[in-house]
């Protein structure tokens, strides 16, 4: 499971947590020609926002700078709780989306996406494996341990990989 939350909600299952990755602002640049370029978070306001689906619609998007945290309302017509499908509307031209670097740049989904507001970044994304319970065999805490071990190697190639794209 993926949530831009630290921990998981009450649950019956059991989440560990193998890995994080970070989110930034992205948008066509027909859709920039178009609008225009935010030059402030608070411009987001003003923009057509894509916004992911996760139980509840994202009405409200938190950005970073550093230790500067802005919380921004934000609104748009489309929406999906997937985010291949947020990244398609991007490419679309429909609005600004919330997407990690890796999946922006990846030709089939967000390749043509320009970054906004490089000097923000919204809330990191983590990646959680759920259990149903904390008892686990020794196969489930080795599975996990490797997952968690590729999913940060994997990671960091693609991070180096874009540094030099």
Known sequence: ????????????????????FSRM?????TYLNRVGMPRDPI?????ACIRFWQAT??????????KQRRMVTVSGVCSANSVGLLAQFAREHLGVVILPRFLAS??????GLVRL???????PAHVFALTANHLQS?????????????FAKRLLQLERD???A
């Open 117 to 123: 507001l490089p000097e923000w970044e919204a809330a």
């Open 106 to 111: 990846h030709p089939t989904f967000g390749a």
């Open 162 to 164: 874009q540094e030099f």
């Open 138 to 150: 020794a196969r489930v805490v080795k599975l996990l341990e490797t997952t968690k071990a590729g």
């Open 25 to 29: 602002l992205f948008a066509s640049k």
């Open 43 to 47: 411009d987001l306001e003003k923009h």
């Open 57 to 66: 619609l994202q009405k409200r998007w938190e950005l970073r700078r550093g």
């Open 1 to 20: 499971m993926v949530s831009h939350q630290s921990s998981l909600p009450d649950s019956s299952q059991v989440s560990r947590r193998i890995g994080t």
